[in-house]
């Protein structure tokens, strides 16, 4: 049996979001420039409760990542607003953790100078500052490469390094663009459970962005499935299978059938 419902009318997703630690409520985002507008966003809603993994997945283009970076409070939506523990957010919040597609890293500093920068920025002490990122290096199994520098370091690790430094304020909540996008299905499927892992050990708020259909149902307890552009949220997938998860999950029944509902609602 499938658990699928559409999206919650704009007053039950309201509710919804009663307790709930980070919500995107009927955000709309227009890019306008001097000679076209282009609607990316429509009305989408998204609501966060504690320690909930939640997946997105949907058509290139529908607003995935205009959405994500809303959320996080690097974009001003043009209607809508985004709560964060009920009270508006307009600038990033360190209570909130991001990783991009791409890592972003700094070539020319370590990958622990790389992991303590946001601390760095903030003015903590060096020691404490250095204590915490090597922490972080050995959560994401980095602790033997804190001197390295990007270059130096495969895709996967890169990834890891900026896992690192989203995690280094222990943000409570963590949002991430298609952080293994561009990583091979094996180390893909690697980090995934990596990062369950660290979900399981941190209890993190987390909601990622995927292409990977997979991916989402693996590591998650909701999938939201996008509209095309002007995007939102056109149905959610509750992923009943049982926790802590295993790779032998792939291959049950119950996941080939999760794995149908989301393709057909994609097409
Ligand atoms: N800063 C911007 N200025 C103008 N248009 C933008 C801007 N950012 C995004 N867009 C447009 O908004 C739409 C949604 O872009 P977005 O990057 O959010 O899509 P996406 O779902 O993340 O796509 P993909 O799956 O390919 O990563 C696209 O048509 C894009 O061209
Ligand atoms: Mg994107």
Redesign the pocket.
């Known amino acids: 049996m499938t658990t699928m419902r559409a999206q919650r009318s704009a007053t039950g997703a309201t509710s919804a979001a009663k307790g709930a630690v980070l919500v995107a409520e009927r955000v709309e985002m227009t890019?306008v420039s001097p000679d076209s507008s282009?609607e990316?966003l429509a009305e989408a809603t998204v609501a966060l409760a504690p320690n909930e993994f939640v997946s997105i997945i949907?058509p290139?283009?529908?607003?995935?990542?205009?959405l994500l970076r809303i959320l996080a409070g690097l974009v001003r939506p043009t209607g809508g607003r985004v709560l964060l523990h009920g009270q508006p957010l307009t600038h990033p919040h360190r209570q909130i953790g991001v990783v991009f597609q791409h890592a972003n890293l700094m070539p020319w500093r370590s990958a622990l100078r790389n992991v303590t920068l946001p601390l760095e920025i903030q003015g903590i002490a060096a020691d404490i500052a250095e204590r915490r990122g090597r922490e972080m290096l050995e959560l994401v199994g980095l602790a033997d490469f804190a001197d390295a520098l990007p270059r130096d370091l495969s895709g996967g690790m890169r990834q890891r390094v900026a896992l690192a430094r989203a995690l280094v304020h222990d943000p409570e909540v963590l949002l991430l663009d298609e952080p293994f996008g561009a990583l091979d299905a094996l180390t893909r499927e690697r980090m995934n459970w990596e990062l369950l892992r660290i979900w399981e050990a941190r209890r993190k708020t987390v909601l990622m962005?995927t292409?990977d259909i997979q991916e989402a149902i693996f590591t998650s307890d909701r999938v939201l499935v996008m509209t095309a552009?002007p995007?939102h949220i056109r149905a959610e997938v509750a992923i009943d299978l049982p926790r802590p998860r295993s790779p032998e999950d792939l291959y049950s029944p119950r996941f080939m059938e999760l794995s149908h509902t989301l393709r057909d609602l994609l097409r």
């Open positions: 890019f282009l990316a949907g290139s283009g529908c607003g995935k990542s205009t962005v292409h552009r995007g």
